[in-house]
């Protein structure tokens, strides 16, 4: 039996944004804490993620309000462990992935493979202010891996669950070419991956990927246009003072 589940997470965050997608597509029911990052609960590291980082699941234990959480839940951290762990908790009823071990190892080198590629380079781009462009390896490995039809491994799963957030991310900051990188750069870069035939696979996949209904209920673009502004535009407006 599947016993009690809170989600710790922040709208902002895509690691986050991972544990919910999987959490929606299961459809298990859950009670949702957001954890304000630039002031966050004193509680939470001690009781329930020591790294004080978004995301993390409470799970099982008496039924207790979010911020009072009870020692008796177990305390589980790091989004692809937990989209792993809603994956096995739900794998008899509504499989997030695949059951033969070679697709499953598939999937589990999708994202690997992107995430190992794209993260680096995104948090150069918006903090240091590297050129966008640096993503499209990133974009690149991810058509390669891509079967000519549907999700990462044929039907929808936890792979693409750990790839959506940042493409998601990608694609608001860049269009509202937000960041510290050069200003009109971040916008050119989507224009081209939305018109460019190279890139006609990943505009059907971030299609197929974005139109589901678990993305429309966990996908905050108001906040993160918001908290990017917030946050990179400043540092573009140094870059830009010390470059003249
Ligand atoms: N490797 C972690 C990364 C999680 C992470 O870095 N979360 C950020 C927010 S996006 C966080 O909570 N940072 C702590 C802080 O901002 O103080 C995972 O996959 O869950």
Not at 18 to 27: I, M, N, W
Not at 57 to 67: F, K, N, Q, R, V
Not at 126 to 144: K, S
Not at 192 to 218: G, H, I, M, P
Request: charged share 30%; proline share 7%.
């Amino acid at each position: 039996m599947v016993e009690r589940i809170t989600l710790y997470s922040a709208k902002i965050c895509p690691w986050a944004h991972r544990t919910e997608l999987a959490l929606k597509e299961s459809g298990l029911d859950y009670k949702r804490f957001e954890i304000d990052l630039e002031n966050k609960p004193e509680w939470y590291a001690p009781k329930v993620n020591p790294a004080s980082k978004v995301p993390a699941l409470a799970y099982g234990g008496p039924d207790t309000e979010p911020d009072s959480p009870s020692p008796d839940s177990v305390k589980l951290a790091e989004s692809y462990v937990l989209i792993e762990f809603i994956a096995d908790l739900v794998s008899s009823t509504k499989p997030l992935l695949p059951s033969s071990p070679v697709d499953r190892a598939k999937a589990r080198f999708f994202v690997e493979a992107f995430t190992s590629k794209f993260t680096g380079v995104w948090f150069g781009i918006v903090q240091r202010g590297d050129d966008p462009a640096g993503i499209l390896p990133a974009i690149d490995t991810l058509q390669d891996l891509l079967p000519a039809e549907g999700y990462a491994v044929g039907e929808w799963s936890i792979a693409d669950a750990a790839v959506t957030p940042f493409l998601g991310r990608a694609s608001a900051v860049l269009k509202n070419d937000l960041g510290a990188y050069d200003q009109g750069k971040g916008a050119k870069l989507w224009e081209t991956l939305q018109n460019d035939e190279k890139y006609e696979r990943f505009r059907k996949y971030f299609a197929d990927v974005t139109k589901r209904e678990s993305f429309k209920e966990t996908f905050f673009e108001d906040v993160i246009v918001e908290g990017y502004k917030k946050r990179f535009a400043p540092l573009r407006a140094q870059r830009s003072a010390a470059a003249s």
